[in-house]
Nanobody, 123 residues
Framework: QVQLVESGGGLVQAGGSLRLSCTAS????????MGWFRQVPGKEREFVAA????????LYADSVKGRFTISRDNAKNTGFLQMNILKPEDSAVYYC????????????????WGQGTQVTVSS
């Protein structure tokens, strides 16, 4: 069982930046693809970004492409989501996930999930 803990959320003005972190409890994290998803109340959880175990494959949702950057530091069992030029519509709870499958946009790819961190972007 891999435990994932997100951090770095908070309140920011539109146009600002935040960097989310996702720290895994197991060193085997380096073998897993990692994904970031987000969810607002009343809506389904949606894909944001994903990265393969070695960073060779990276995917972004169209809504964040060019503004968000996903990365990872396997030596520290940690993944990151750098979010720039934030918009009010980026407000959501952000979840990190990890899985044995390839980096993908589907939630079903991922086996483990964090508890989420709130991101609020004010206009």
């Amino acid at each position: 069982q891999v435990q994932l803990v997100e951090s770095g959320g908070g309140l920011v003005q539109a146009g600002g930046s935040l960097r989310l972190s996702c720290t895994a409890s197991e060193r085997t994290f380096s073998r897993y693809a990692m994904g970031w998803f987000r969810q607002v109340p009343g809506k389904e959880r949606e894909f944001v970004a994903a990265i393969s175990w070695n960073g060779g494959r990276i995917l972004y949702a169209d809504s964040v492409k060019g503004r968000f950057t996903i990365s990872r530091d396997n030596a520290k069992n940690t993944g990151f989501l750098q979010m720039n030029i934030l918009k009010p519509e980026d407000s959501a709870v952000y979840y990190c996930s990890a899985g044995l499958g390839p980096a993908a946009t589907s939630m079903r790819t991922y086996d483990w999930w964090g508890q989420g961190t709130q991101v609020t972007v004010s206009s």
